[in-house]
């Protein structure tokens, strides 16, 4: 469902010596027909970091974050996994467009995340489940149904059910566009919390430069598909 695997996956090459990183991105370009979407893109992500992808619209992020994914192949170029990555390791999509299942209600789309191999049981999902949704303020709001929701509320949905997936990082694109600022700091700090405490890599595509101010992280910032600066946030 969200979770992507990766059909490009490969293994270091004899001479990259990187450790305990998640994903390394090697000479990375996509090409859709004559647009060249990203150029030769060199980066390496380590668990546990939060990384902002920022750049105007057009400049590559959702294409970035869809190959991270495993969604999309790179035209040339590779994203080199770690050789110790095992099937725990997944990691979920934010998408830009949520992918929810319109004509059911919020819990419904929510319990699309329960897998009986990471939870005990029905009753532990549920807990994380109000937990979440109590933290998110939509407690009241899971019957209503994912057409008659607005943009706000499908956007915390669709980051409560990728949390309830126990990933190891989440992608997300745009994850706040439809959000005011109170509810983007509010699914921020959740986030904030999962990072600190169960150490979630969070890649996060936005232009929501004050959030990156208020929060720890890095950038990557794309300009028409180069990247041309990557580190800590502190210097935008
Ligand atoms: N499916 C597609 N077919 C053709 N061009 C695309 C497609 N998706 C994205 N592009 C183009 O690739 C470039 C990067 O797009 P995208 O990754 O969506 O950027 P961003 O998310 O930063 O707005 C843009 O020029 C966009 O028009
Ligand atoms: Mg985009």
């Given at each position: 469902m969200l979770t992507g695997r990766h059909p490009q996956q490969s293994r270091p090459r004899?001479?990259?010596?990187?450790?305990?990183?998640?994903f390394h991105l090697d000479n990375l370009s996509l090409e859709y027909g004559a647009v060249k979407?990203?150029?030769?893109v060199q980066l390496t992500i380590y668990p546990g970091e939060i990384l902002f992808v920022t750049?105007?619209?057009?400049?590559g992020k959702t294409s970035l974050l869809s190959i991270l994914g495993g969604h999309l192949a790179p035209t040339s170029g590779k994203v080199i996994l770690p050789?110790?990555?095992?099937?725990k390791h997944f990691v979920a999509t934010v998408f830009q467009d949520l992918?929810?299942?319109?004509?059911?209600?919020c819990e419904d789309n929510l319990w699309l995340s329960y897998d009986s191999s990471i939870y005990n049981n029905k009753n532990e999902f549920y807990r994380d489940m109000e937990e979440l949704c109590h933290t998110l303020k939509v407690k009241d709001q899971l019957s209503r149904k994912i057409e008659d929701c607005n943009g706000g509320l499908r956007q915390k949905i669709a980051m409560i059910r990728a949390l309830l997936s126990k990933p190891t990082a989440i992608l997300a694109d745009e994850p706040t566009s439809s959000l005011d600022k109170e509810s983007s700091y509010l699914l921020f700090e959740v986030l904030n919390h999962f990072n600190h405490k169960k150490g979630l890599t969070l890649i996060w595509a936005t232009h929501n430069k004050e959030l990156i101010k208020q929060f720890p992280g890095k950038i990557a910032h794309l300009e028409g598909g180069r990247l041309v600066y990557s580190g800590h946030a502190c210097f935008i």
């Open positions: 004899a001479g990259v010596n990187l450790q305990n990183y998640l979407a990203l150029k030769s750049g105007a619209s057009g400049a050789h110790e990555r095992n099937s992918r929810l299942l319109q004509k059911k209600s």
